[in-house]
């Protein structure tokens, strides 16, 4: 039986006082990193749309005055966002087309994602579902009852996968709650949790998560996201130990972004740090060329030259595979380089 978790409103956990306290206002960033008042961002309109979210520990890993810094980078809301690039779209990789009632998005055979929730804690500006309907498609609505549904409908799914947003936005007594009735579908075998709040936001993972975690018949992966070595500190290092001694197989999946990581020497970095960590380095993501984020994407001659690179410099289970996810394709489309 996995415990559930309690809380009173005096008990709130620490990982909630912090995402509190995240920057929400361009200018405070600009002020606690040291940076020029007037760089350059997105109109104040657009950028409620998708607005600034950094938690401070993540702010706190960015070099001071460095408007080039490789963390500050993924963040800032630059007003190359507003640009209308063609073959770029709000859907980038076809999840509408493929969402369920309950908030499943069933694409690939054996498994499925279930958009827990709408919230991050941290806003990424190259996210691909960053146009996506949270307010139509939240799995958690209604205590999870359409979700289940689906998923005892099709005994064929083994495996599934919750995402968002970040799962682990919503609070350990839900996920417990979900994970309690996804235990008593006899067909699943695997849950999925892909999050990046290990890494921006360690608090997170604290005895209440890792309860259930542990506490599941499921076997888990936990898939975190990196994009650079120096997203990886100590504080994070600790709480993917703790997940390991929960029980977690931990993977990373990254996307290759211009001016971040697109470079050997910083891929290179970040499969060390990871595995280093505990982690083993998954994925290496071409950009969903979801509107607004035409300005990270590198193109895939470049792309394929880098893992020859990088493959010349690591142990074969240190480079990741290279991939890119193709609307109604049965599967991640593996690239050769």
């Given at each position: 039986?996995?415990?559930?978790?309690?809380?009173?409103?005096?008990?709130?956990?620490?990982?909630?006082?912090?995402?509190?306290?995240?920057?929400?206002?361009?200018?405070?960033?600009?002020?606690?990193?040291?940076?020029?008042?007037?760089?350059?961002a997105l109109q104040l309109e657009r950028l409620r749309?998708?607005?600034?979210?950094?938690?401070?520990?993540?702010?706190?890993?960015?070099?001071?005055?460095?408007?080039?810094?490789?963390?500050?980078?993924?963040?800032?809301?630059?007003?190359?966002?507003?640009?209308?690039?063609?073959?770029?779209?709000?859907?980038?990789?076809?999840?509408?087309?493929?969402?369920?009632?309950?908030?499943?998005?069933?694409?690939?055979?054996?498994?499925?994602?279930?958009?827990?929730?709408?919230?991050?804690?941290?806003?990424?500006?190259?996210?691909?579902?960053?146009?996506?309907?949270?307010?139509?498609?939240?799995?958690?609505?209604?205590?999870?009852?359409?979700?289940?549904?689906?998923?005892?409908?099709?005994?064929?799914?083994?495996?599934?996968?919750?995402?968002?947003?970040?799962?682990?936005?919503?609070?350990?007594?839900?996920?417990?709650?979900?994970?309690?009735?996804?235990?008593?579908?006899?067909?699943?075998?695997?849950?999925?949790?892909?999050?990046?709040?290990?890494?921006?936001?360690?608090?997170?993972?604290?005895?209440?998560?890792?309860?259930?975690?542990?506490?599941?018949?499921?076997?888990?992966?936990?898939?975190?996201?990196?994009?650079?070595?120096?997203?990886?500190?100590?504080s994070v290092a600790a709480a993917l130990e703790r997940?390991?001694?929960?029980?977690?197989?931990?993977?990373?999946?990254?996307?290759?972004?211009?001016?971040?990581?697109?470079?050997?020497?910083?891929?290179?970095?970040?499969?060390?740090?990871?595995?280093?960590?505990?982690?083993?380095?998954?994925?290496?993501?071409?950009?969903?060329?979801?509107?607004?984020?035409?300005?990270?994407?590198?193109?895939?001659?470049?792309?394929?030259?880098?893992?020859?690179?990088?493959?010349?410099?690591?142990?074969?289970?240190?480079?990741?595979?290279?991939?890119?996810?193709?609307?109604?394709?049965?599967?991640?489309?593996?690239?050769?380089?």
């Amino acid at each position: 039986m996995i415990p559930k978790p309690t809380f009173s409103r005096q008990q709130a956990p620490l990982w909630q006082h912090e995402l509190r306290k995240a920057f929400a206002r361009p200018a405070d960033l600009l002020e606690f990193l040291q940076l020029d008042p007037a760089l350059p961002a997105l109109q104040l309109e657009r950028l409620r749309d998708f607005p600034l979210r950094v938690p401070h520990g993540f702010a706190g890993r960015m070099k001071k005055g460095d408007a080039s810094d490789p963390l500050f980078l993924q963040v800032w809301p630059q007003a190359r966002e507003a640009e209308d690039t063609p073959g770029f779209s709000q859907d980038a990789v076809g999840d509408l087309h493929k969402l369920k009632p309950g908030g499943l998005i069933h694409k690939y055979e054996g498994r499925a994602l279930v958009v827990a929730t709408g919230a991050c804690a941290i806003n990424c500006r190259y996210c691909f579902r960053r146009h996506f309907p949270y307010s139509d498609a939240i799995a958690a609505r209604g205590h999870w009852q359409e979700t289940l549904r689906q998923l005892q409908s099709d005994p064929s799914i083994e495996e599934v996968i919750l995402s968002g947003g970040d799962p682990l936005s919503l609070s350990d007594d839900k996920l417990a709650e979900l994970v309690t009735a996804l235990d008593a579908l006899p067909q699943l075998r695997r849950l999925r949790i892909h999050t990046r709040q290990p890494v921006v936001l360690p608090e997170r993972v604290d005895d209440h998560l890792l309860s259930w975690i542990s506490g599941t018949r499921l076997k888990v992966a936990v898939v975190i996201h990196a994009n650079h070595a120096n997203e990886l500190d100590s504080s994070v290092a600790a709480a993917l130990e703790r997940l390991r001694d929960a029980g977690a197989t931990l993977l990373n999946q990254a996307v290759l972004l211009k001016g971040v990581n697109d470079s050997v020497s910083a891929l290179e970095d970040l499969s060390k740090k990871l595995f280093d960590c505990g982690v083993l380095p998954y994925y290496l993501h071409m950009l969903d060329r979801v509107a607004g984020a035409a300005h990270f994407e590198i193109p895939l001659e470049e792309a394929t030259a880098l893992m020859q690179a990088l493959s010349s410099r690591l142990s074969g289970y240190l480079v990741p595979r290279l991939v890119r996810e193709d609307a109604g394709a049965p599967s991640k489309t593996l690239l050769p380089w």
